[in-house]
Every structure is written in structure tokens, then in C-alpha cells.
């Protein structure tokens, strides 16, 4: 059995959502009285983000559609979703 630890699974926390505006055609992220104005790939990461996928599956999945290396679009998507973990926006089951 190896020692190495799982890869961490993110997910929006309870009262966080993502949210598309029409109205200002943009998105983002909200949590009460909090709000985030999301780019375009930060709206392509948060979409991959479900639960149930590990970092490195949202990257490879994120990789495969924008036709990037994994490995820059893992750290990309790791410095990501840890600035969110940060704001509590974000939860990183480990």
C-alpha cells in the first residue's frame, strides 16, 4: 500500500454557487454577501468541479479541451482553487 495521499476533490461548499448573468453577460461565483467576477477559464475550471473529480482529472479533462499540457494546466488549476479554498469559496477534501 503506498503513503502517498489521495489527490485532492474540490467542491462548492454549502451556499456557494456559480452563476451566469444575462443581464451583464458574465459569471460568477456567489456565497452570501460575497461575490467573484469570473473569467472564462475560471468558469471552464469551476464547471469541471463536481465532487467527485480530483485535481488531476479536472486537469486532464481541462487539458484535453483546451489542448494544453496537463501539467501547466494542473498547477494552474491547483494556485486556482486554492485561492478560492482561501476565500471560502471552495472546499478541498484531501
Known amino acids: 500500500m ?5 489527490p ?8 456557494v454557487w456559480l452563476h451566469q448573468c444575462k ?5 460568477f461565483l456567489q ?3 460575497r461575490a467573484v467576477k ?7 475550471i469551476l464547471q469541471t468541479v463536481d465532487g467527485e473529480r480530483d ?3 479536472i486537469a486532464a479533462v481541462l ?3 483546451f489542448s494544453a499540457p496537463k501539467e501547466q494546466i494542473e498547477a494552474d488549476v491547483r494556485r486556482f ?3 478560492l479554498a482561501q476565500r471560502r469559496m471552495i472546499e478541498i477534501a484531501r
Open 55 to 57: 485535481v488531476p482529472t
Open 8 to 15: 485532492p476533490v474540490p467542491r462548492l461548499p454549502r451556499g
Open 63 to 65: 487539458a484535453k479541451s
Open 31 to 33: 456565497a452570501p454577501e
Open 23 to 27: 443581464v451583464r453577460d458574465c459569471w
Open 2 to 6: 503506498s503513503d502517498a495521499a489521495p
Open 38 to 44: 469570473l473569467d472564462q477559464i475560471s468558469v471552464a
Open 81 to 83: 482553487l486554492n485561492d
